[in-house]
């Protein structure tokens, strides 16, 4: 290995970071510059990644959650050697079709392990790759021995999401997660003085990690630091005191390197005080052959491991490639074909948060990789299957992880599960709490991370505890956001349906939307195919031609199924529409939306939640049977007489409308 001076090497960095912000006239340097030491340590002395094979599943994971500093991580993976990442790339930095966008992007760039930007989602993401390591290791033995290693700023650490992360991480004591706190001192508005006067290592050992604090800039206190941490039994905390845009004559040290270019007269100034005497982008060659020798020396770690996998059982390589990939066991569309066989034979009044139940007991028998967990909502949720057994401190052979009252930690530690590869995470709480994982929800379909969300008490059917629990314009929300895809389904049948669809979206997330109340079946003969893949289908066909399409999902579709009864009882033909994805009906293509909708005259919507997407099948001249406010305590059938969201109700819209067409 080429021997190159440590600050030399760090240097390559900081010029790289301040080129790239620089041309692009938009960007932050001051982190790269700060965090130069840090970074070179972690990479030339302890990472153990191999940059011909970015995916190599045993490599030590590293995740920027201060995805502002983008263009550290960028430099890293062109000076290693990433193929993807040429000069050419550096130079278009936050240009379009760029692999070098504003933020990392896992699903866009190679070598980025996940989806960072909003502050606080990487360090609670780690925690889902750290924890994924551990019950793979459990489970694989020495084909899993890996750490995860988290760059976090300020920002990460003043977002509340860090407290979930960080308690769930101490509580578990995931000792192979080490983060290393950019400890600048600086935020955009200033010096954090203004605004902050936590005590982050008295924080985190609070929390039951390792917490040290250390010169940012000492690579020997660096090093050592990393060393220590790699032999705690707890998760740790390196608190690297670090001068933010290091280098720079007027800015270093100021919230003027955070968020801007640092300017050509800085610039250059800057490169002179560093002694840094190279043009734009310009890496002499020593010093790029030294990084490119760092990126080869992890090849030989990766030959090892290989040969470990090579001498596995065949069925155990073939079940642990399957899983790494994300690919599906062919026996779970079986399963799910038996269940609902069983569910037309034997019908059963249930919620459908305990049809979910019924379904993830006929699943887990055949998808081991599945984990199960709930925001300490267990016995509401209906999550934990009979032979389940918890993750528990230092003993994670469990597959069911109860994550505590932390909607917001679940749902990023849940991202980081699935983006580590092996495991098909789903987590529970109540729908209305997507307002606390939302954030969450959001990298989850960005990113394209296969994460499921079984979201239970979906409506005011969950009655007595009133409007702050009663979701009426979260389906909406989460119907809105792109590459989300929401399940309402109407009984066991279709909550058997959704959760095979659900699982068999490798590319996103799915939210399922499950009932309180029970619910009387609706699909009384078996289909073998999936009725729900088209997010709508025809539930009850008119008597002749339809004068009257209506449309439901979820607890509804019982109320539309009476009405369309009373309907045809008066002469009225009338069709039942059952809908358990709205967003994915709308994704259908023309002719076969057109089919499910069909042409009747009078359209009716029946929702226990706000209108909004509705017109997309309606009209806006369709009837909306459904809410226009927020809910009240009350028992469910109660509520859904005063909000008039009956079969009388619809029977009654209906027949006005038909009556004045």
Request: glycine share 8%; hydrophobic share 40%; proline share 5%.
């Amino acid at each position: 290995m080429a021997q190159v001076d440590h600050s030399k090497m760090a240097n390559a960095i900081r010029a790289l970071a301040m080129d790239g912000v620089q041309k692009a006239n938009s960007g932050h340097p001051g982190l790269p510059m700060g965090a130069a030491d840090v970074a070179t340590v972690l990479f030339t002395q302890f990472l153990k990644f191999d940059a011909a094979d970015p995916k190599w599943p045993d490599r030590d994971r590293f995740i920027l959650s201060a995805g502002h500093g983008s263009m550290l991580l960028y430099a890293l993976l062109y000076l290693t050697g990433n193929k993807e990442m040429t000069l050419d790339q550096i130079e278009n930095f936050r240009q379009l079709h760029s692999k070098t966008p504003g933020h990392p992007e896992n699903f866009h760039t190679s070598g980025v392990e996940t989806t960072t930007g909003p502050l606080g989602q990487g360090v609670a993401t780690s925690v889902g790759f750290a924890l994924a390591e551990r019950m793979l290791a459990a489970e694989y033995g020495d084909l899993v021995d890996h750490y995860t290693y988290v760059l976090c700023s300020d920002g990460d650490l003043m977002e509340g999401i860090s407290h979930e992360a960080m308690a769930l991480a101490g509580h578990l004591k995931l000792s192979k997660l080490i983060f290393l706190y950019d400890d600048n001192g600086i935020s955009i508005d200033g010096p954090l003085s203004l605004t902050d006067s936590v005590d982050q290592v008295a924080r985190f050992k609070a929390h039951g990690w390792n917490a040290v604090q250390i010169d940012g800039h000492d690579q020997n206190a660096i090093a050592a630091a990393i060393k220590d941490a790699q032999k705690s039994d707890r998760p740790s905390l390196i608190a690297c005191k670090t001068t933010i845009g290091f280098g720079s004559p007027k800015r270093a040290g100021t919230s003027k390197a955070h968020g801007e270019p640092l300017g050509a007269e800085e610039l250059a100034a800057t490169k002179k005080a560093l002694g840094w005497d190279y043009g734009p982008f310009e890496i002499p060659d020593d010093i790029l052959n030294a990084w490119r020798d760092v990126g080869k020396k992890g090849a030989t770690a990766h030959a090892d491991w290989q040969k470990r996998f090579d001498a596995q059982p065949a069925d155990k390589r073939d079940e642990f490639t399957r899983r790494d990939l994300h690919k599906r066991p062919a026996a779970m569309e079986g399963a799910i074909r038996e269940l609902k066989k069983k569910l037309v034979a034997e019908p059963q009044t249930v919620a459908t948060r305990k049809a979910s139940e019924l379904a993830l007991e006929a699943l887990v028998q055949v998808v081991p990789e599945m984990v199960i967990g709930s925001a300490d909502l267990t016995p509401s949720n209906n999550t934990r299957t009979k032979q389940a057994i918890e993750v528990k401190t230092g003993d994670f052979k469990g597959r069911y992880v109860h994550y505590g009252i932390r909607e917001m930690g679940m749902a990023a530690a849940m991202n980081g599960i699935a983006l580590h590869g092996g495991f098909i995470p789903a987590g529970a709480t109540f729908m209305c709490f997507t307002d606390y994982a939302r954030p969450a929800m959001r990298i989850s379909a960005l990113a394209q991370i296969p994460v499921i969300y079984i979201m239970t008490h979906d409506s005011i059917g969950l009655g007595e505890d009133g409007p702050t629990h009663q979701p009426v314009e979260h389906l909406a929300a989460m119907r809105a956001m792109p590459n989300m895809r929401v399940f309402r389904p109407a009984d066991t049948v279709e909550t058997a349906e959704c959760w095979q669809l659900a699982m068999e979206k490798t590319n996103g997330p799915t939210m399922l939307a499950l009932s309180r109340q029970n619910l009387t079946p609706v699909r009384t003969t078996h289909h073998d195919d999936n009725l729900c893949a088209n997010g709508g289908y025809e539930l009850v066909a008119a008597n002749g031609k339809a004068a009257v399409s209506i449309f439901a999902s979820g607890s509804e579709v019982e109320i539309a199924v009476a009405a369309q009864k009373t309907l045809a009882e008066k002469g009225i033909a009338t069709r039942v529409v059952s809908v358990p994805s709205l967003e994915l009906l709308l994704e259908q293509p023309e002719d076969k939306q057109k089919a499910i909708i069909g042409d009747a005259p009078v359209k009716i919507a029946v929702e226990a939640a706000v209108r909004f997407g509705w017109d997309s099948v309606i009209g806006h001249d369709g009837i909306f049977i459904g809410m226009k406010g927020f809910g009240s305590s009350a028992p469910a059938k109660e509520l859904y007489k005063l909000f008039g969201i009956t079969p009388e109700a619809v029977v009654d819209a209906a027949t006005r409308k038909h009556n004045a067409a």
